[in-house]
């Protein structure tokens, strides 16, 4: 794990890259602001976090460090042990937690629940999109820390890396701790509420685009997938998943928050 902090006093923010070994835009994003040189008006605080993985270029190396929160430091296993150091690095920090993912090139954040809170900070970072769950208990970092998770594009692209430094200098201008134009955003919502366990298909669909009942959506052979009712694809990729084909979800027009 790389901890850099920049500016004078304790941060109250910090940037998280790289929770996952072979999504490496969050460290190029990080590196790239360091190299920069711009002038930040506020302490904050940059962590480059499964270095490790990094290195091996695998997602972890012996458990998934974003399913291992809050860890345990006398643990056997590296991202449990690695965890626990987050938790004691980042407690009380607001953070942003930077992803890529097999599904989508869009810039969302995916959380594991929302409140008003949560969604102030994901309106902060530009992201247009943003999805939650129904219910969740995976032991995410986003849910023992206050961070907002937020998916940069495709996973090893060149567009992650560039999308990754952007919504990391929106996140810490409309924050203040630098001097830049920001957006604020109004994203859309979506709530997960299921699975589709198909692992073995290929996904036909678009993410965050309305599926009609009796659309089909995936493929395999000269199987199809149908509907049996209208939702929303989040998170649904042909490779993404070892077990599942991605996940379903409603949208939100009114968030009860």
Do not use: W
């Given at each position: 794990?790389?901890?850099?902090?920049?500016?004078?006093?304790?941060?109250?923010?910090?940037?998280?890259?790289?929770?996952?070994?072979?999504?490496?835009?969050?460290?190029?994003?990080?590196?790239?602001?360091?190299?920069?040189?711009?002038?930040?008006?506020?302490?904050?605080?940059?962590?480059?976090?499964?270095?490790?993985?990094?290195?091996?270029?695998?997602?972890?190396?012996?458990?998934?460090?974003?399913?291992?929160?809050?860890?345990?430091?006398?643990?056997?296993?590296?991202?449990?042990?690695?965890?626990?150091?987050?938790?004691?690095?980042?407690?009380?920090?607001?953070?942003?937690?930077?992803?890529?993912?097999?599904?989508?090139?869009?810039?969302?954040?995916?959380?594991?629940?929302?409140?008003?809170?949560?969604?102030?900070?994901?309106?902060?970072?530009?992201?247009?999109?943003?999805?939650?769950?129904?219910?969740?208990?995976?032991?995410?970092?986003?849910?023992?820390?206050?961070?907002?998770?937020?998916?940069?594009?495709?996973?090893?692209?060149?567009?992650?890396?560039?999308?990754?430094?952007?919504?990391?200098?929106?996140?810490?201008?409309?924050?203040?701790?630098?001097?830049?134009?920001?957006?604020?955003?109004?994203?859309?919502?979506?709530?997960?509420?299921?699975?589709?366990?198909?692992?073995?298909?290929?996904?036909?669909?678009?993410?965050?685009?309305?599926?009609?009942?009796g659309d089909v959506y995936a493929t395999n052979g000269e199987k199809e997938l149908k509907a049996e009712e209208r939702f929303y694809p989040v998170l649904m990729s042909t490779n993404g998943y070892d077990d599942?084909?991605?996940?379903?979800?409603?949208?939100?027009?009114?968030?009860?928050?």
């Amino acid at each position: 794990m790389r901890i850099e902090k920049l500016g004078e006093g304790n941060p109250d923010f910090a940037v998280v890259g790289s929770i996952h070994g072979d999504e490496p835009c969050g460290k190029m994003a990080i590196e790239k602001f360091l190299e920069s040189n711009i002038e930040v008006l506020k302490p904050v605080k940059f962590v480059i976090a499964n270095e490790k993985a990094l290195k091996q270029n695998e997602r972890y190396t012996e458990v998934d460090l974003n399913r291992s929160f809050p860890g345990d430091a006398e643990s056997d296993k590296y991202e449990e042990r690695l965890a626990a150091k987050l938790m004691d690095e980042l407690e009380g920090l607001n953070i942003l937690d930077m992803h890529s993912t097999k599904s989508s090139g869009d810039i969302f954040a995916a959380h594991s629940y929302l409140d008003e809170e949560r969604m102030e900070m994901v309106r902060k970072t530009g992201a247009e999109i943003v999805s939650y769950h129904a219910e969740s208990n995976v032991n995410s970092m986003d849910e023992y820390l206050n961070a907002v998770p937020v998916e940069c594009g495709f996973q090893g692209s060149e567009q992650a890396r560039k999308q990754a430094y952007e919504v990391l200098l929106n996140f810490l201008a409309a924050n203040g701790i630098i001097d830049r134009d920001y957006d604020i955003s109004d994203p859309d919502i979506f709530q997960i509420y299921g699975t589709v366990e198909k692992p073995e298909y290929r996904f036909t669909a678009e993410n965050f685009k309305l599926v009609k009942k009796g659309d089909v959506y995936a493929t395999n052979g000269e199987k199809e997938l149908k509907a049996e009712e209208r939702f929303y694809p989040v998170l649904m990729s042909t490779n993404g998943y070892d077990d599942i084909l991605g996940r379903k979800a409603k949208k939100v027009e009114e968030p009860n928050f």
